[in-house]
């Protein structure tokens, strides 16, 4: 394990036990990861989009801190942290749409709003809803696609988190992709 991941561990786990300087050590560590998973989300918004990848990092991380949880690791503070930044952004999407919900808008493919991130609005809103259908359906291809897309891990560090095999990760990655497009496309073929 690296120098930085080792001490992202570390002080994840002086924090949890109450050390408070700890926290302060942690933020330089784990600051660059997180805006850049941020700002990927954010390019594939609309460009007047009010959210800026700074204010999401610093909303993700307050969330973080009150939350309270024990973290096992640097694997689990991201895989947390890409939820939280989902849910940040799924809230702001819902705090400004303005339109009955999917009127008018463009449809995403899943590929890229998988992989690329989220062109609108009502995209977002889209993929999750469709995640959190899967997660009723199947909630280890939720989270792994919680892991990678949101949480920006790679297929290792997912396996590693997941405790399975990098070859289980992309199975099941692929499979999860595919599910979503089926539903997506249903759905936006319902809304037409």
């Given at each position: 394990?690296?120098?930085?991941?080792q001490?992202?561990?570390?002080?994840?786990?002086?924090?949890?036990d109450g050390?408070?300087?700890?926290?302060?050590?942690?933020?330089?560590?784990?600051?660059?990861?997180?805006r850049?998973?941020?700002?990927?989300?954010?390019?594939?918004?609309?460009?007047?989009?009010?959210?800026?990848?700074?204010?999401?990092v610093?909303e993700?991380?307050?969330?973080?801190v009150?939350?309270?949880?024990?973290?096992?690791?640097?694997?689990?503070?991201?895989a947390?942290?890409?939820?939280?930044?989902?849910?940040?952004?799924?809230?702001?999407?819902?705090?400004?749409?303005?339109?009955?919900?999917?009127?008018?808008?463009?449809?995403?493919?899943?590929?890229?709003?998988?992989?690329?991130?989220?062109?609108?609005?009502?995209?977002?809103?889209?993929?999750?809803?469709?995640?959190?259908?899967?997660?009723?359906?199947?909630?280890?291809?939720?989270?792994?696609?919680?892991?990678?897309?949101?949480?920006?891990?790679?297929?290792?560090?997912?396996?590693?988190?997941?405790?399975?095999?990098?070859?289980?990760i992309?199975?099941e990655?692929?499979?999860?992709?595919?599910?979503?497009?089926r539903?997506m496309?249903?759905?936006g073929?319902?809304?037409?």
């Open positions: 394990m690296s120098a930085d991941r001490s992202v561990t570390s002080l994840l786990r002086q924090w949890s050390n408070k300087q700890a926290l302060d050590d942690l933020m330089p560590l784990v600051y660059d990861q997180l850049k998973a941020a700002a990927r989300y954010l390019n594939a918004e609309r460009r007047d989009h009010t959210l800026q990848a700074t204010a999401l610093n993700a991380y307050v969330r973080l009150a939350s309270g949880v024990n973290f096992r690791d640097r694997l689990h503070f991201y947390l942290s890409g939820r939280l930044l989902r849910r940040i952004l799924v809230d702001h999407a819902r705090e400004h749409a303005t339109q009955k919900r999917g009127a008018g808008a463009a449809k995403i493919p899943l590929e890229e709003a998988v992989l690329v991130g989220p062109e609108t609005m009502s995209g977002l809103l889209e993929l999750d809803q469709a995640l959190r259908r899967l997660n009723e359906r199947d909630p280890r291809k939720s989270e792994i696609v919680e892991l990678l897309y949101f949480g920006g891990l790679t297929h290792d560090e997912a396996a590693a988190a997941m405790n399975v095999s990098p070859a289980t992309l199975r990655w692929r499979l999860a992709k595919a599910w979503l497009y539903e496309a249903s759905e073929a319902a809304n037409s």
